[in-house]
């Protein structure tokens, strides 16, 4: 029987939590380089491409073969500038969470297969092993409320503290904006990034909405609430 989550229902224009762990609970991330190859992955794939600028280096008489090579590379790229969003992520050792919008209804399969396949080649390339990365094919749920998206942004967002015992909001807050391998500081306000769309989600105040979004993440005592709002979308 299929695990929960990993037979999919694809729509078009919808947001999906996706989600999945290393094969064997194993750690997907060993040394913080492997983090950064990864988000420049995100990155290239999110951005437009700049296929003038591109093809400009390769008829260039005077550019080198390897930046040729480089650029006839991006070029054969997939690219989701125009059919993917991403919300909102978060990348732990052994697991990752990602909020996703997509424009038509396999988008998302297109664009996750071709990340993680692209990053479980790194990995493998450069740790000397062989075989899946991950468990399973990746999970993902629609998300069917604007609630739901909202309290799932908070979800993802506090994977960094989920299990440790900080029990006041300055130590939650420390913690969450020393964590760097998740779009929170872009919902703070202290990283910009045009590929993390995280305006529908902020659009919710109308004034702060960086100072109103953290007190929603660290606000003490919505758990319950939290915890049944998004049970339909997390494992």
Known sequence: MPSRH??????SN????????GVEKREI???EIDYGVLLSYVKTYLLP????????VIANPIAGWRQKDQAIKALRLNNFSDS???VAFCFMKNHYHMLIRQENENDMDQFM???WTRYTMYFNKKYKRVGPLFQDVYKAVLVKTEEQLMYLTRY???NPIAKR???????QRDALRNYVHSSYLNYVGERKATWIHSERILAAWNLDQYVQYEKFVLEFGIEERSAKIIAPVII
């Open 6 to 11: 990993s037979v999919k229902t694809y729509a």
């Open 14 to 21: 919808s947001f999906y939590h996706v989600y999945n762990r």
């Open 29 to 31: 991330f060993l040394e």
């Open 49 to 56: 491409k700049d296929t003038h600028a591109l093809m400009s």
């Open 84 to 86: 993917i969003e991403l």
């Open 113 to 115: 297969n071709s990340l």
């Open 156 to 158: 993802i967002h506090r």
């Open 165 to 171: 015992q900080l029990r006041n909001s300055i130590s």
